[in-house]
């Protein structure tokens, strides 16, 4: 499927070219086609009028006579020949072509497509009719949605089983669809969606008022009428029962699965995700931020410049770790590997695709490029962990509404053949780089601490999933949020070798960080560095 990396996008648009141009040349065909037509249509109808000015002179001339009959006969067999001569064939066979050799979407993208739009509107609170006036979070990124646009929206929810959005999609359908001068859906279908799903979501009345409606357009619609006959003897009976009057508890069954309608850990992850929970004021002024070379002498790039978002557990971000140059042949050595991003199966140890993981990634190797290996040598000199354990590079791209639920980096002992194939122990730590900024959306977030990182290209999160002890650590539980606008590229070596837990030592020397903003100034040439006491971590 192509939907879950924006880079695969870009080639449907190269599928699209090809797509516009062969129906240019149908077009094309199809108007010489007509143009000869009307040419025939042209001389026949001078040829006629003028016998039809004297019939009897006409007829007379021997020559007429046989230019009338050869006009019926070949000539116009001619011209039913060029009616019945298929221009379409070269159009379809440019179709299929690019049906066969190019990326081309599939109903599934379709419905991948139309589910992250909706993730989207749910995580980040985005009310209806502005996202179809093409605006996400007050700002105008695309162009309108048509009411056909929104109404699949809504068509795509139905099939879901989602009625919420249903109704939400088919309204917008229909508010739009009033305001249209080039109609681009038929009102009934809209009634029909709106009809059911009000019935669904509880409103009875609404429905049949909806359904009445539909059959003041459509007095034949056979479902209708069913449904109509069906509203009217549930309300007769009294015996509908409103969605919510049985419900005790905010859970609900939704074919078989249970559904937490009220999850304050999603509360909190997805306000994390819009930027609205901050950490308290005081624990953010006790972070501090430090240049550090960790001993090595052979820094090129010079001391990292390290700054601490959280502590306790610390998460660090490092600041100007991989150049434009490196992010470049990254992507280009990743792209044409991507696969949509796998989750192991905890029961069964299986590799399997997931809702709650919708990304492309790719493996990258030493040998690949110097680049490669040269990040690869940076992530040990940050971390002072060796790389020779850690599986390849993973490069990972997310598309639209692309994202990762709430999880560990660390498998639990009661997981099946966790990391069976590496060959190595648990994930120690997880350094994260970014490759690209995201204009809006696909945060780093921490539910149980309440810590947000924003993708800044260049920059790396670095935490340590793990205790001395090797247990994990289960503040470390964290998240990708759906990416709301642009796209979001991420590099992560994922490291599990023993090495010297450098932090201790960062710990000793740290520079006071009265600012966030202020602590890696972009012109500073000369920073003090301050040693504070720092209480010993846990
Ligand atoms: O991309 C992110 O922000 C987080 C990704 C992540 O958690 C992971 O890849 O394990
Ligand atoms: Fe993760």
Do not use: H
């Given at each position: 499927e192509v939907f879950t990396a924006l880079a695969d996008l870009e080639d449907l648009l190269n599928t699209e070219a090809v797509l516009i141009h062969s129906l240019e040349n149908y077009i094309r065909a199809e108007e010489v086609k007509i143009d000869l037509l009307k040419s025939y249509a042209d001389i026949y109808n001078k040829q006629h009028n003028k016998a039809t000015e004297d019939v009897e002179s006409y007829v007379a001339n021997p020559l007429n006579a046989y230019t009338l009959v050869k006009r019926m006969t070949t000539d116009w067999q001619e011209v039913e020949s060029l009616i019945l001569t298929d221009v379409s064939k070269d159009y379809m066979a440019n179709i299929t072509y690019a049906k066969e050799n190019m990326k081309f979407p599939t109903d599934e993208d379709l419905n991948g497509a139309a589910a992250a739009v909706i993730r989207l509107q749910d995580t980040y609170r985005l009310d209806t009719a502005s996202l179809a006036r093409g605006e996400l979070n007050g700002v105008k990124y695309s162009s309108e949605l048509t009411a056909a646009d929104c109404f699949e929206l809504g068509r795509q929810s139905y099939n879901n089983g989602d009625f919420y959005h249903t109704l939400l999609w088919m309204r917008e359908a229909d508010d739009r669809l009033n305001r249209?001068?080039?109609?681009?859906?038929?009102k009934s279908e809209i009634l029909e969606y709106l009809a059911f799903s009000s019935y669904k979501e509880g409103n009875i009345n609404l429905a049949l008022d909806l359904t009445n409606k539909l059959l003041e357009m459509v007095p034949t619609h056979a479902r209708a009428l069913g449904n109509k006959a069906y509203y009217e003897e549930e309300i007769q009976r009294g015996s509908y029962k409103k969605k919510?009057?049985?419900?005790?508890?905010?859970v609900v069954e939704n074919e078989g699965v249970n559904i937490l309608r009220f999850d304050p850990d999603r509360e909190r992850y997805e306000a994390l995700c819009r930027g609205e929970l901050k950490l308290p004021e005081d624990a953010a002024a006790k972070l501090k931020c430090r240049y550090e070379t960790n001993n090595n002498p052979y820094l090129r790039i010079g001391p990292f410049k390290i700054e601490q978002a959280h502590a306790n557990p610390d998460l660090f971000i490092f600041h100007d770790v991989m150049s434009d140059e490196e992010i470049k042949t990254i992507k280009s050595l990743a792209t044409p590997k991507f696969r949509r991003a796998t989750v192991q199966n905890?029961?069964?140890?299986q590799l399997e695709v997931a809702q709650y993981r919708i990304s492309k990634s790719a493996w990258l190797e030493d040998f690949e490029h110097e680049h490669v290996a040269a990040v690869n040598r940076r992530v040990e000199d940050m971390?002072?962990?060796?790389?020779?354990?850690?599986e390849q590079l993973q490069v990972v791209n997310y598309g639209i509404g692309g994202h990762y639920e709430p999880h560990f980096d660390f498998s639990r002992k009661d997981e099946k053949n966790s990391f069976k194939s590496l060959g190595t122990g648990n994930r120690i730590a997880t350094v994260l780089f970014y490759m690209s900024d995201v204009e809006q959306g696909g945060a780093t977030v921490f539910p149980v601490i309440g810590a947000a990182l924003w993708p800044k290209k260049g920059t790396a999160a670095f935490w340590y999933n793990l205790f001395p002890s090797g247990d994990g650590d289960r503040l470390t539980r964290h998240a990708a949020c759906p990416v709301l606008a642009g796209s979001k590229w991420d590099l992560r070596p994922l490291l599990t070798l023993y090495g010297t837990l450098l932090v201790e030592e960062w710990r000793s020397s740290w520079t006071d960080q009265k600012n966030h903003h202020y602590c890696f100034p972009v012109s500073s040439l000369s920073v003090s560095l301050v040693n504070v006491e720092l209480p010993a971590n846990q």
């Open positions: 249209e001068y080039n109609k681009t859906v038929e919510g009057d049985d419900e005790t508890d905010d905890s029961v069964t140890g971390t002072g962990l060796t790389v020779s354990t850690a």
